[in-house]
Structure formats: C-alpha cells, structure tokens
C-alpha cells in the first residue's frame, strides 16, 4: 500500500468538506443529538467555510493517499487563540487529525502523524500541540504513543447544546525545555 501526503488546494475543497463531515460524524456520532451533530456538521465542515479555510495559506491541510485516493487529513496551523499559554514557546496545533473509517488501521494515521512531527522539527518548532476528547480513549492511546502528554489544561468543546471537554495534550520536541 503506497501513502503520499500532499497539500490540499481550494480544488480538493469539496473532496475535504466531504470527508471532513464523514470522518467527525463517525468519530463523534452517539455523544450527542443528531440534531446538535447535523447543526455542527454544517456549521463548521460546509464547502464555504472549508473554502476559507484553505484560503489561508497559513492555515495548512495535507490529504494522506492511498494509491491516490485520500484515506485522511490533517490541519495544522501556528494558532495560539485557542491556548494562549502556548505562546511561551514556537507552538504548532495539530488542529484535526482524520482517517477515514475504510482506512483505519492501515497506518495513515501513522503517516499524517510523521509528517507533522517532521514538518515541527523541519520548521524548527518547540512543540506541538492538540486538543482531544477527554473520553476519546483510542485518540488519546494513539497520542501517547507518540509522545504527547496531558498538559493538565482542558476546554469546552461542546457539539451543539451537547457539553464536551477536550484535554489539551502537547509534545515537546525539544525535551530539554522546561514547561
């Protein structure tokens, strides 16, 4: 199986709303109402505000393919609104990380995650850093595999009128810097 990362243009936008829909409602689906889902799916995954989004080209998305057809993404970005503390430092925010469920298990998580470790370190970032569902156990044990760890810092990540708390995680790269 060949996986190669590429960047994904505003032609890919209706190709990423897509997959971005399908990607959080099976990964999220059953923690809410469908109805505070669907109000979330469209608020924030639509082809304009994906459009937007891939219009800044500081705000940076990859498709992981699979002999051509994209199986995930990510988006990553050096954003320090959501966590201002992470400021004290050359921060990235991995802000999505997705695979698609027919591709799960086949190492394209494992792929999209190389990349942006090895994109932090190319572009000399400190850390990296990301929020997770504190009752996603499967992201979190995939995270700790690599490394990160809970900041002890969390925030509201609600679906709707449904209340979540994400865990902020980071991964310092260089482990000599103190937190």
Sequence with gaps: MNIRLRRITLRDAAVLATMAQATFYDTFHGTCTEAD??????????????????????????????????????????DYRSFEMMEKWK????????????????????????FVLTYAAEHHYEVVWLGVWELNHRALK??????????????????????????????????????
């Design 37 to 78: 889902m669907q109000s979330f799916l469209d608020t924030y995954f639509n082809l304009d505000q994906t459009r937007k989004e891939l219009s800044d080209p500081d705000d940076l998305f990859y498709f992981a393919e699979v002999d051509g057809v994209p199986a995930g993404y990510i988006r990553m970005m050096e």
């Design 91 to 114: 921060a990235l925010e991995l802000k999505r990380i997705y695979v698609s469920k027919e591709f799960q298990g086949r190492k394209v998580a494992q792929a999209l995650m190389d």
């Design 142 to 179: 995939f995270y700790g595999k690599y490394g990160f760890e809970d900041s002890g810092y969390t925030h509201p990540f609600p679906i709707g009128q449904t209340p979540q708390t994400d865990k902020w995680l980071w991964k310092f790269l260089d482990r000599g810097k103190s937190v």
